[in-house]
């Protein structure tokens, strides 16, 4: 089997999932949309969110924001989207968050599970394939 590069890159996300995981580990569906949920009612300003300078609210984007970028990782002949294929093409952290908030709030069964299961569910359930069952 040919090592390209999309295998090298398939790789590489999942060595930092792996190793980017256990750090997050502890962080609760609960604690982290307790971290995030003042960005969710933040407002605009020249452009951009007015955000909380605290460490809470740091860690929830920061979170995000990486789930936004492995997210967005494509695959190099076709250009699907590798994990969420119908996702929109642009979408922002502060949409992911919004995304996660309101289904940990419709699923409070999982308020103790882990936050990136969590997260990645909620992400699955806001942008469906419209083909599948």
């Not at 605009?44 to 789930?67: I, P, V």
């Not at 076709?78 to 992911?96: S, Y």
């Amino acid at each position: 089997m040919e090592f390209s590069r999309f295998n090298g890159a398939l790789l590489l996300v999942f060595a930092i999932l792996a190793l980017a995981r256990p750090i997050n580990a502890e962080a609760t569906t609960q604690e982290m949309v307790s971290a995030c949920r003042s960005i969710t009612t933040a407002h605009m300003a020249n452009g951009g969110l007015l955000l909380n300078q605290d460490f809470k609210t740091g860690h929830c984007w920061g979170a995000f924001e990486t789930l936004n970028e492995m997210i967005g990782f494509k695959e190099a002949k076709t250009g699907n989207f590798l994990f969420f294929p119908c996702q929109p093409v642009h979408h922002r952290t502060a949409q992911l968050i919004v995304i996660f908030v309101r289904y940990a709030d419709k699923h409070p069964e999982k308020l103790a599970d882990g936050y990136f299961d969590v997260a990645l569910a909620a992400i699955g359930e806001a942008f469906p394939c419209k083909n599948t069952p």
